[in-house]
């Protein structure tokens, strides 16, 4: 089959791109994730992709645009949906690409982190799929997390410590001070 992997960073495509090749699979990647903040890190996250692209013979298409603001906008004061949305566009996103591009299948290096809704995703997926005309494949590739993990460090690519939005970043490193003076 012919299949469009969303992808989110390097990394998180180290497994899936490998198991779906493995399994006969003509795979390319898409990069679009408005969702990761700040641009730098957005740019960090692109170009690691971009050069594990080229030394796996994977063909990349990249985002038309860096479209933050909409995802700000369709998340601010709704900070408790966000993984809800940012999951939605970029599947949503990645579907339309598949349809134009006539996949057979789309999915995502999302299926691949411990951390993510995986049930929601697989939810979310296959709605959007049947909306596009272009089946959702909802692959569970999180038993591949060590795997990726020991071979990207071994490649030294760069590993982000959040999954991308500035809220994740947020709790990912702040700490609320503890009060010296108790009220």
């Known amino acids: 089959m012919k299949i469009l992997l969303h992808i989110c960073c390097a990394p998180c ?13 003509d ?16 740019k960090r996250r692109f170009d690691t992709l971009v050069t594990y692209a080229e030394a796996t013979g994977m ?37 339309h690409v598949a349809r134009r591009g006539k996949f057979d299948r789309f999915t995502s290096t999302l299926l ?10 697989k939810q979310l997926g296959g709605s959007i799929g049947r909306e596009v ?12 997390w060590k795997e990726g ?8 690519m760069y590993r982000q410590q959040y999954c991308g939005c500035i ?5 990912r490193y702040y700490r609320k001070p503890v009060s010296a003076h108790p009220r």
């Open 13 to 25: 495509a180290i497994y899936p791109l490998r198991i779906l090749r493995d399994e006969g699979h």
């Open 27 to 42: 795979v390319q990647g898409l990069f679009y994730n408005p969702n990761i903040h700040p641009y730098s890190e957005y």
């Open 59 to 95: 063909n990349l298409i990249p985002a038309d645009e860096y479209n933050m603001e909409e995802f700000l906008r369709n998340v601010v004061f709704r900070e408790q949906e966000r993984c809800r949305y940012c999951y939605y566009s970029r599947l949503k996103y990645t579907a």
């Open 112 to 121: 691949y982190s411990k951390f993510q809704d995986h049930e929601l995703m």
């Open 133 to 144: 005309g272009v089946p959702f494949l909802a692959a569970d590739f999180r038993e591949g």
């Open 149 to 156: 993990i020991e071979e990207s460090k071994k490649l030294g």
């Open 167 to 171: 809220y994740s970043e947020k709790e």
